[in-house]
T-cell receptor
Framework: KQEVTQIPAALSVPEGENLVLNCSFT??????LQWFRQDPGKGLTSLLL?????REQTSGRLNASLDKSSGRSTLYIAASQPGDSATYLC?????????FGKGTLLTVNP | SAVISQKPSRDICQRGTSLTIQCQVD?????MFWYRQQPGQSLTLIAT?????????ESGFVIDKFPISRPNLTFSTLTVSNMSPEDSSIYLC????????????FGPGTRLTVL
């Protein structure tokens, strides 16, 4: 059974800092990994998708890496802004479904 | 990507009643999924709904409690039956396009409170 862990559970940083969110998974037989953002009471916004054959993906200030063999992914956010405040969810695609971590609650203080 | 809408966006229901949640997509999709997000928790897959076949339920979820319909390639419904306060959650649908690297896109969710 796939299990996904995200560390830290919560993170508070001042505006402008670069930060890293971590995701680990137990079964390396995955076909992709997605990072999502969820604002309070809202649905999920897809941020980045990494295929199992890829090492990283970039979108603007976001960079996600994947090390499938070690079961790890990181989401790097450069020059954080208050608008980045949200819960960030990592989801691993395997066995025709996504398995989610519990998320990292990010607060960026002005 | 796709534009995905859900109705209702939120509801407050009495225990013992049922609620049907609708999910509409603006383009045809092969696979649709229903998730539950209980308060303070992450998302848990309830079932996968493919057009033309019965929904496939995950362990811990049964059709009598969460019947699903998928009448065409752009629409699905999830019913939460005989509700109890433990069913209070956000229910989200997602879609996956064929040939789209298995990327899922999510609707805005339905926030359900059962009294």
């Amino acid at each position: 059974k796939q299990e996904v862990t995200q560390i830290p559970a919560a993170l508070s940083v001042p505006e402008g800092e670069n930060l890293v969110l971590n995701c680990s998974f137990t079964d390396s037989a995955i076909y992709n990994l997605q990072w999502f953002r969820q604002d309070p009471g809202k649905g999920l916004t897809s941020l980045l998708l990494i295929q199992s054959s890829q090492r990283e993906q970039t979108s603007g200030r976001l960079n996600a890496s994947l090390d499938k063999s070690s079961g790890r992914s990181t989401l790097y956010i450069a020059a954080s802004q208050p608008g980045d405040s949200a819960t960030y969810l990592c989801a691993v695609g395997s066995n025709y479904k996504l398995t989610f971590g519990k998320g990292t609650l990010l607060t960026v203080n002005p | 990507s796709a534009v995905i809408s859900q109705k209702p966006s939120r509801d407050i229901c009495q225990r013992g009643t049922s609620l049907t949640i609708q999910c509409q997509v603006d383009s045809q999709v092969t696979m649709m999924f229903w998730y539950r997000q209980q308060p303070g928790q992450s998302l848990t897959l309830i079932a996968t709904a493919n057009q033309g076949s019965e929904a496939t339920y995950e362990s811990g979820f049964v059709i009598d409690k969460f019947p699903i319909s998928r009448p065409n390639l752009t629409f699905s419904t999830l019913t939460v039956s005989n509700m109890s306060p433990e069913d209070s959650s956000i229910y989200l649908c997602s879609v996956e396009f064929s040939g789209g690297y298995n990327e899922q896109f999510f609707g805005p969710g339905t926030r359900l409170t059962v009294l």
